[in-house]
């Protein structure tokens, strides 16, 4: 099966209708088709055109690309497409279909105009020679599985408005050398950048809460990674296999932290009596605890008026929630480590200060 030029009686072509047809490469549509499912030629990897009568409502081709009429959507680009290496998408073009891209193993370059706003589900997957590649600025979210597979990427920018990293994302993107997370992303999918072997560390935003399972398993190179204060749980095998993880910190914040969520040889860094502390003791794997100074309240080195009037704000803070003190520095500030913060922290820290003046 080479060529195949569909009959006028056909008006809808399946889901998967040509799936791995990997012989299949020209075809043909009457002007009768009135339905292509996204993934009709999912792993079609002779495909070289795909042709649309002149006369068809609903579609059009150029050059063997299948858009809809209006040519607002590519909806796909024929994976063995060969006689170009750097495709401009059309500027009349807002949507690129699921799958669009999928398996177009000869294109180094993929220009998007700015005006698309939206790139859907697995768009360029397995595009195994993708260097170049831009997001405009309208996208807000990378969809499920957009660059999974992309073997020869190397960096991606991903614009400042997108908020959140879909599932399978960058997976198995295993060139893939440093990628800038946009600061107002707040979630970041199950396996997004698993097996990026090539990703050195790893800057996760201060928005995100959960880190998904497997989220960064297979990341051999990954060396650090900082987990911000607000992550609340870290998901099943999230870290599993970094086998370059020196060390990784485990902030106070962190109230569940799922199996073999980070390696054996990663030395883990927490406060006692955390989740992190739990997870250490329980998977038998090497734990250094943070000792905090107490008195120090802003861990600046020295305990000193500013620390004091810190403690003094933070027991009249009320409503200024920006006195109110967190995490290290109210550990910090419980001189007696009863538990509460209370006069008595307040004359203890007091006395230190005198005496240190
Ligand atoms: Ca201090
Ligand atoms: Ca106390």
Request: aromatic share 8%; with cysteine.
């Amino acid at each position: 099966m080479k060529n195949i030029e569909i009959s006028n009686t056909v008006i809808s072509i399946g889901n998967e209708a040509f799936y791995e047809c990997t012989e299949l490469k020209n075809i043909t549509f009457s002007s009768n088709i009135t339905f292509v499912a996204y993934n009709a030629f999912f792993a079609c990897d002779q495909l070289e055109s795909i042709n649309v009568d002149s006369g068809n409502a609903k579609y059009t081709s150029e050059n063997g690309v299948l858009f809809n009429k209006g040519k607002t959507e590519i909806i796909k680009y024929p994976s063995a497409k060969s006689d170009i290496a750097e495709y401009i998408i059309p500027d009349t073009v807002v949507t690129i279909g699921r799958y669009a891209f999928e398996g177009c193993s000869n294109l180094t370059s993929i220009k998007i105009p700015e005006n698309v706003t939206s790139i859907e589900y697995r768009a360029f997957e397995r595009c195994s020679s993708l260097k170049n590649i831009n997001v405009p600025n309208n996208i807000t979210s990378i969809e499920d599985g957009i660059f999974r597979e992309c073997t020869s990427l190397q960096s991606i920018e991903i614009p400042e408005q997108v908020t959140s990293i879909g599932a399978y994302a960058f997976e198995g993107c295993n060139n893939l050398k440093s990628i800038k997370i946009p600061e107002g992303v707040t979630s970041i999918g199950i396996q997004s950048f698993s097996s990026c072997s090539s990703l050195t560390g790893i800057e996760i935003p201060e928005g995100v809460t959960t880190i998904e399972d497997f989220a960064f398993a297979w990341c051999s190179s990954l060396i650090s990674v900082k987990i911000p204060e607000n992550i609340d749980s870290i998901g099943e095998g999230a870290f599993y296999d970094c086998i370059s993880l020196e060390s990784i910190d485990i902030p106070q914040s962190v109230t569940s932290i799922g199996t073999n969520a980070i390696p054996e040889t990663t030395i883990i860094y927490t406060n006692k009596n955390t989740e992190g502390h739990r997870y250490a003791e329980e998977s038998q794997q090497g734990y250094i605890l943070l000792i905090y100074e107490q008195g120090d309240i802003n861990q600046n080195g020295k305990i000193d008026v500013t620390d004091l009037l810190m403690l003094k704000r933070h027991m009249v803070a009320g409503n200024r929630t920006e006195w109110i003190l967190t995490g290290q520095a109210l550990l910090s500030a419980d001189m007696n480590e009863n538990g509460t913060i209370d006069i008595t922290d307040m004359l203890m820290l007091k006395r230190v200060v005198v005496e240190n003046i």
